[in-house]
């Protein structure tokens, strides 16, 4: 069993079957790298936010680099995420009150204060659009975003790509906002309430970098 679904599913246009079968397959691959048998999500772990996720974002951020399974995933498996964070959700809308009943109003206002940051420079201003598993910050209609944002119950994952990604990485790392390097070049980080409170002006720095080179 290969990483690719199977291609029948993609001509079929079903989204549910082909998620199934690219979960299975990707647990196929890490148990025969680990040689343990990989959990499938039938029930919940203890403690375990069991909203709709982003499963490409919820690996990068929770899930420890294994060398076995980084050999067998290789780079495209971690492509085929970054197409399908890119493809799935688009035209799959969701509103605010959806997105609040799932992870609370406190997440919710962290992507407002992002928001807000953003416009502080942004010429037109940017706005929200919420999808079933992201929450994109981009001008009204436009595909392309300057962020990606994953908002969980705990926490808000920031998703950018950025000219300068390597020192970014290092000064988010320095400031205890470990951001992982992704396949497509772009890089993941997450952030609480907290943190925008005591390190607002390392990520209006980020944010503003982020909305000038989408801008230019």
């Not at 291609?7 to 790298?33: H, T, Y």
């Not at 926490?155 to 951001?179: K, V």
């Amino acid at each position: 069993m290969g990483f690719a679904s199977a291609p029948s599913l993609l001509r079929a246009d079903d989204f549910e079957a082909f998620m199934a079968d690219r979960q299975a397959r990707l647990l196929a691959l890490i148990e025969r790298a680990t040689g343990k048998s990989a959990y499938s999500g039938g029930q919940p772990d203890e403690g375990e936010d069991v909203d709709g996720d982003d499963d490409a974002i919820e690996a990068t951020l929770t899930i420890a680099a294994d060398p076995a399974v980084s050999a067998v995933l290789g780079t495209h498996g971690a492509e085929a995420d970054d197409r399908l964070d890119e493809e799935s959700d688009e035209g799959q809308g969701e509103d605010r009150t959806t997105w609040e009943s799932r992870v609370g109003p406190d997440i919710m206002q962290l992507c407002d204060r992002i928001v807000d940051i953003a416009n502080e420079i942004a010429h037109p201003p940017l706005a929200l659009r919420y999808g079933q598993t992201i929450v994109s910050l981009s001008l009204p209609g436009r595909f392309f975003r300057a962020a990606g944002m994953y908002p969980k119950k705990q926490f808000l994952a920031i998703r950018l790509n950025l000219s300068r990604n390597e020192e970014w990485l290092r000064r988010l790392d320095e400031a205890g906002l470990g951001a992982t390097q992704r396949a497509s070049g772009s890089f993941v980080f997450r952030i609480a309430p907290a943190d925008l409170r005591d390190k607002e002006a390392l990520i209006r720095e980020l944010v503003h970098q982020s909305v000038r080179e989408y801008q230019s």
